[in-house]
C-alpha cells in the first residue's frame, strides 16, 4: 500500500537578489500532518557564510519546527487557528511569498511505501544526516 507526501524544499539564501541557495530542510504534509526538517550539520556548516545573520535563521527555524510540531498535537486549542496551514494550497502560497533568506520550493509530490516511508525520503534528501545518525547509534 503507498501514500501520497507533499513536500517543499527548505533553502538558505545568502543573497536572494543573485538567486544563490542553500537546500538545508525539508517541510512534508502528510496526510493532515505537517513535518519540518532539517540538517543541523549543513546550517552549522553555513555560520561563517551568514554571520550575523545566522543566529536569526536558526532561531527562526527552531521555532518554526516547534510551532508545526505543537499544531501536530489534538490537545492544542491553536490547531483550529493554524488548521489552513495543513494543505497543499498553503504549501503553494509559502513558496510563492517567500524570497528572504528562509525560502521554501514549490511544492511537490512523492509516493511513499511501507518501506520507504517519511525518514527513507528525507534521508534520501540528506544522506548527511543519516550517516550523522549511524555514528551515534554505534556509539
Do not use: C
Not at 517541510?27 to 545566522?54: A, C, D, E, P, T
Request: overall charge positive.
Amino acid at each position: 500500500m503507498s501514500s501520497q507526501l507533499t513536500y517543499s524544499i527548505v533553502y538558505i539564501s545568502p543573497d536572494s537578489r543573485l538567486g544563490d541557495k542553500v537546500a538545508i530542510g525539508i517541510l512534508m504534509l502528510y496526510g493532515n500532518k505537517l513535518i519540518l526538517k532539517y540538517s543541523n550539520q549543513k546550517l552549522n556548516r553555513l555560520k561563517n557564510v551568514f554571520g550575523s545573520y545566522w543566529d536569526p535563521i536558526v532561531k527562526s527555524l527552531r521555532a518554526s519546527q516547534k510551532y508545526i510540531e505543537n499544531m501536530n498535537l489534538p490537545s492544542k486549542s491553536f490547531i483550529h487557528e493554524a488548521s489552513h496551514m495543513v494543505s497543499s494550497e498553503y504549501l503553494f502560497k509559502l513558496s510563492a511569498y517567500s524570497n528572504g533568506l528562509i525560502q521554501y520550493q514549490e511544492p511537490k509530490m512523492a509516493i511513499l511505501t511501507p518501506t520507504f516511508g517519511v525518514d527513507e525520503f528525507y534521508n534520501s534528501l540528506f544522506p548527511e544526516e543519516q550517516v550523522k545518525n549511524e555514528k551515534i547509534i554505534k556509539s
